[in-house]
């Protein structure tokens, strides 16, 4: 076994992810929980670090990369955030040691929108950004689906501008706590392509309409039936497609968009932007998340 | 004191409201209270009405006209829908009575749009629009903001389609159960009327982002402060410009609607439709269901 050359760790709200790599960037070993920022700032965050080293048998000398929330006002260190527009290259210089450590531990800075017409922050998509494109990226239209979609435009590496769509965050409150719930309720794993498509096609179309879309997964079901599966996808087809009707603004439906996703968010954004004839090219968005700790890790530790 | 002729019920999801009327339609007395049908379905339909009816010293004989999810499938007695295009003055004249009861109670029927591409239903608001309009009404846009807001285009008497948005429900998740919960924690009464306007006029011009404005409650407080009022304030504006992006298609923003609300809804909705310059005649929304009921029971009776 190859000796270990860092810790790389994507701490997020609610999950958190740990990469024992050498000094090529090979993974040596992985850990992962639900100890996220929200269970670790409980637990404490460095309590809940040293628990995955140890597991994994790390050397008390190994450093450590982070990004994500760990680095937030309410997570372990604040990390701050880098101003648009933001070179790629800027993360791993900005990021920030955490005092006092036994071990050289940085956390990653954010990027931050400071546009009065259109505030808006990110924290862990740019590690993302950078594992996915590098630092010297050309132009790229970068779609991050999630609880808060990003999608950002990048030119030469820099982060000219972004966005951040609770897209994520309205499909899982309209279908749980609203009268949606019901229509859904029993929805099975399958998923129902043709009601999906349909619903990423109208709210693409007249994405006004979104609100009154949304009540049509109801009465639809109660004038003609349909299964709680058809409903959920209805739901997420609707939230998805008033959110590419944004995302795909000017030219980007024909030039095309660099999608960073993994599992069922990979599967359905791809197919919404395959039904809109959307150009895709996708890359995993761990992988991506990794790759970006990793370019950081080099970038500070000359390894 | 005059004697009283019949009594009109509206019986919301939520609600209870009861009126004793004289035949020229005077209201002798009232009752209010929070046993709607999801409360009444538990202590059971008869009861509820009862209770109410002794507390007036209701006569025996006297009948009882109800309008609302009384008459939903999960209802006292399931009223059924009329089809679009539905004339107001079938309404009456589907009431359904119910069966067994020691008076005669009737409830009125809600109004359906089986049409696959844009399916709908109403109950209860069919009511308010026979109040509002009469049964031979001249072209009317009508807007009923609500939980589920109701848009309904009815020329001389007749609904001829309509749309529900599920703007106020959005509002209650997406301000109480997501991250922008934090943003608008400890509002107080005060109305931001600037940020208000502001957020409509945003939506109404740009509704494919109605995510990402509504994400910008939280990035805008997090990056230049601002008061959980003013945060509270842009999420109804967003959701009520977003509703009325499409709501105000084609020529009615030249031509104008009429808005059936009262109290905070009334005042919002009016002052959004003023902000986009929209001619607005407004017409209390407790009053036209009590009107509704009252021409229905005229109707119906022959009083």
């Given at each position: 076994?190859?000796?270990?050359?860092?810790?790389?760790?994507?701490?997020?709200?609610s999950?958190?992810?740990?990469?024992?790599?050498d000094?090529?960037?090979?993974?040596?070993g992985?850990?992962?929980s639900?100890e996220?920022?929200?269970?670790?700032?409980?637990?404490?965050?460095a309590?809940?670090?040293?628990?995955?080293?140890?597991?994994?048998?790390?050397?008390?000398?190994?450093?450590?990369?982070?990004?994500?929330?760990?680095?937030a006002?309410?997570?372990?260190?604040?990390?701050?955030?880098?101003?648009?527009?933001?070179?790629?290259?800027?993360?791993?210089?900005?990021?920030?040691?955490?005092?006092?450590?036994?071990?050289?531990?940085?956390?990653?800075?954010g990027?931050?929108?400071?546009?009065?017409?259109?505030?808006?922050?990110?924290?862990g998509?740019?590690?993302?950004?950078l594992?996915?494109?590098?630092m010297?990226?050309d132009?790229a239209v970068?779609?991050i689906?999630?609880?808060?979609?990003?999608?950002?435009?990048?030119?030469?590496?820099?982060?000219?501008?972004?966005a951040?769509?609770?897209?994520?965050?309205?499909?899982?409150?309209?279908?749980?706590?609203?009268?949606?719930?019901?229509?859904?309720a029993?929805?099975e794993?399958?998923?129902?392509?043709?009601?999906?498509?349909?619903?990423?096609?109208?709210a693409?179309?007249?994405?006004?309409?979104?609100?009154?879309?949304?009540?049509?997964?109801?009465?639809?079901q109660?004038?003609?039936?349909?299964?709680?599966?058809?409903?959920?996808?209805?739901?997420?087809?609707?939230?998805?497609?008033?959110e590419?009707?944004?995302?795909?603004?000017?030219?980007r439906?024909?030039?095309?968009?660099?999608?960073?996703a993994?599992?069922?968010?990979q599967?359905?954004y791809?197919?919404?932007?395959?039904?809109?004839a959307?150009?895709?090219?996708?890359?995993?968005?761990?992988?991506?998340?990794?790759?970006?700790?990793?370019m950081?890790?080099?970038?500070?530790?000359?390894?």
């Amino acid at each position: 076994m190859n000796k270990a050359g860092y810790v790389a760790v994507d701490w997020g709200t609610s999950s958190f992810r740990l990469w024992l790599v050498d000094p090529a960037g090979s993974v040596l070993g992985e850990r992962r929980s639900q100890e996220g920022m929200m269970a670790a700032g409980k637990l404490g965050f460095a309590t809940v670090l040293q628990s995955h080293l140890d597991a994994l048998g790390a050397a008390n000398d190994l450093p450590v990369i982070i990004c994500g929330m760990a680095g937030a006002r309410q997570g372990w260190v604040e990390a701050g955030y880098i101003d648009t527009p933001a070179h790629l290259a800027t993360v791993p210089a900005r990021a920030v040691a955490v005092p006092g450590a036994a071990r050289d531990i940085r956390i990653l800075p954010g990027i931050a929108q400071r546009n009065p017409t259109a505030p808006d922050v990110m924290r862990g998509e740019e590690t993302q950004l950078l594992g996915a494109l590098g630092m010297d990226a050309d132009n790229a239209v970068v779609c991050i689906p999630g609880t808060h979609s990003k999608w950002a435009v990048v030119k030469g590496g820099t982060v000219e501008r972004f966005a951040t769509f609770m897209t994520g965050e309205l499909f899982s409150v309209v279908s749980r706590e609203t009268i949606l719930s019901h229509a859904v309720a029993g929805a099975e794993e399958a998923e129902d392509i043709g009601a999906f498509k349909s619903a990423v096609v109208a709210a693409f179309d007249t994405p006004a309409l979104a609100a009154n879309l949304l009540f049509q997964v109801r009465s639809s079901q109660l004038l003609y039936g349909g299964s709680p599966s058809a409903a959920r996808e209805r739901i997420s087809g609707t939230l998805i497609g008033l959110e590419l009707a944004a995302g795909l603004a000017g030219d980007r439906r024909r030039s095309g968009i660099t999608l960073v996703a993994s599992g069922r968010l990979q599967r359905m954004y791809q197919l919404a932007l395959e039904t809109l004839a959307v150009p895709v090219r996708s890359i995993d968005a761990e992988e991506a998340a990794r790759r970006g700790l990793s370019m950081a890790a080099q970038a500070i530790w000359k390894l």
